[in-house]
């Protein structure tokens, strides 16, 4: 079936460090799946960070950017200098052409000021 | 700022009681999704429904009902709780069942 693996369930980052958090996917049902990326900060709901709709394609948003690479079936989280204010869960995510979102475990980020 | 309200935030009751949850959105969309995510923080699919369509996810037992009374408003009933239904219930809704979904804030059971 189709699924989504992050392997890290927590990542601690210094600020202003670079980050990367993994995510690969498995889509059985469809080729070429929409990706996203979702976020929960402390105290509030999940929110869209981002999302990619076409293979080989980029998206970008508050500084993050995640390529989706249908080769590697991974849709890698990163971003070049982080904030304490990234603290933050992130989820991955990818919506098989059908109504249903399909979640990572998701990524507990903390970064240390 | 929140668009997809649910309430209510927290509620604790006793195996074997029944629930009901409340979501409403005011996003104008005409597509309202239940998730469940569990002790381990993993996020399913329950249901999604507009008002030509409900799609219910299999895994998803019998005691569990949405309820509609317009496209704003999606309600989660659970008939009878059981000890595994202790968890987070997310709303969400988009336009459509292709666009991109707007969640709530999430309402947290806990079943004794």
């Known amino acids: 079936g189709d699924s989504v693996t992050q392997t890290e369930g927590q990542v601690t980052v210094s600020e202003s460090k670079s980050l990367i958090i993994n995510c690969t996917y498995s889509?059985?049902?469809?080729?070429?799946?929409?990706l996203f990326w979702y976020v929960r900060y402390p105290g509030e709901g999940l929110q869209l960070l981002l999302k990619?709709?076409?293979?080989?394609q980029k998206g970008s948003s508050r500084g993050f950017e995640a390529t989706y690479n249908k080769e590697a079936t991974s849709f890698h989280l990163q971003k070049a200098s982080v904030q304490e204010s990234d603290s933050a869960v992130y989820y991955c995510?990818?919506?098989?052409?059908?109504?249903?979102?399909?979640f990572g475990s998701g990524t507990q980020l903390t970064v240390m000021p | 700022e929140t668009a997809v309200f649910q309430t209510p935030n927290y509620h604790v009751t006793q195996v074997g009681n029944e629930v009901s949850f409340n979501c409403k959105q005011t996003?104008?969309?005409?597509?309202m999704y239940w998730y469940k995510q569990d002790s381990k923080k993993l996020l399913k699919i329950m249901f999604s429904?507009?008002?030509?369509?409900?799609?219910v996810n299999e895994t998803v037992p019998r005691r569990f009902s949405p309820q509609s009374s317009d496209k704003a408003h999606l309600n989660l009933r659970i008939k009878s709780v059981e000890p595994e239904d202790s968890a987070v219930y997310l709303c969400?809704?988009?336009?459509?069942?292709?666009?991109?979904?707007?969640f709530g804030p999430g309402t947290r059971l806990l079943v004794l």
């Open positions: 969400a809704s988009s336009w459509g069942n292709q666009d991109t979904q707007y």
């Open positions: 889509a059985t049902s469809i080729g070429y799946p929409n």
């Open positions: 990619v709709i076409t293979a080989g």
């Open positions: 995510a990818l919506r098989p052409g059908s109504w249903q979102l399909i």
């Open positions: 996003l104008g969309h005409d597509t």
């Open positions: 429904y507009n008002n030509k369509q409900l799609i």
